[in-house]
């Protein structure tokens, strides 16, 4: 990445003047400040979408706007519960609006095309509605190009052959991996001061029932936190991650926007 796809780090005056180019299209990251285990920090669910945003808006001339770094609440079958000290959410409400005035925003500077990248899985309906709140005001207020992709990052690595890399004794469900070999990996390829595998504590795939109780119990939740072993991750499987998540997102986004090529 040579060039500097950061919107906070550009001028006014250059953002203005990349607003002028080809069908100019912002990446947004949206993650959570959520505990991750004893082995990793508090930043993984933005850590991980703004690596993959950077990487893909250097391909498509693209710009990456600062991140979301607070989400809703982790629920317990997903994220371990926001029961933890540290795990800091927004209510839906909040989060809800503070996407949908980003997007207006954004439709004020002339942007037309937006792509919300999502780090944090409790997050996906809030955006849904944020998205959908500020396409009826632009409507009402004239505006009726503006067109969105919301995409979760991990939906792009669900490719056969990359699961039998990372789990060759069998792939435990999205839904147990918070914390494991997928985000452990990935946070080794790209941020290896911020993982300790000393501190890594090999326990088995958390069983829930198939239903929920609030308040919630937190002794259904493994103690660290994590709901899977990040015994196995390595940083080679977080760069075979890396490379198909941002292969498939690069190719999606030309797909729905045909954005212009970086130089």
């Known amino acids: 990445m040579t060039q500097n796809v950061h919107l ?5 005056p250059q953002y203005e ?13 949206v993650g959570a400040l959520e505990q991750h285990g004893y082995h990793m920090g508090m930043n993984v669910d933005v850590a991980l ?32 519960g926001n029961h933890y000290p540290g795990t800091t959410s ?39 509605e944020g998205i959908d709140l500020a396409l009826r005001e632009l409507t009402l207020a004239g505006i009726d190009d503006f067109r969105i992709m919301t995409l979760s990052y991990w939906d792009f690595a669900e490719d056969p052959g990359l699961l039998a890399e990372l789990y060759p004794d069998g792939f435990n469900g999205w839904d147990v991996e918070h914390g494991g070999v997928f985000e452990t ?7 290896l001061d911020q993982v ?4 890594v ?50 190719a999606a986004i030309r797909h729905e926007f045909n954005p212009m090529r970086a130089d």
């Not at 003047?17 to 990251?29: C, E, F, H, Q």
């Open 17 to 29: 003047r990349w607003l002028s180019g080809t069908n100019p299209v912002m990446l947004l990251p």
């Open 185 to 191: 990996s990935l946070m080794l390829a790209l941020r």
């Open 201 to 250: 504590e090999d326990h088995p795939p958390a069983q829930f029932p198939p239903y929920d109780v609030f308040p919630v119990i937190p002794e259904r939740t493994p103690a660290p936190g994590t709901l899977s072993s990040a015994k196995e991750a390595t940083a080679e499987k977080g760069q075979s991650i890396l490379k198909v998540c941002v292969d498939g997102i690069t």
């Open 8 to 12: 906070g780090e550009l001028s006014w």
């Open 196 to 199: 300790h595998l000393d501190k």
């Open 90 to 128: 927004l209510d839906g409400m909040t989060l809800t609006s503070t996407v949908r005035d980003i997007i207006r925003e954004f439709a004020r500077h002339g942007l037309r095309r937006l792509v919300i990248m999502n780090g944090h899985f409790e997050n996906a309906m809030f955006i849904v």
């Open 49 to 80: 979408p703004t690596a993959v945003c950077e990487r893909v808006a250097a391909r498509i001339g693209a710009l990456v706007a600062p991140p979301l770094s607070y989400g809703y609440k982790s629920q317990q079958k997903s994220g371990g």
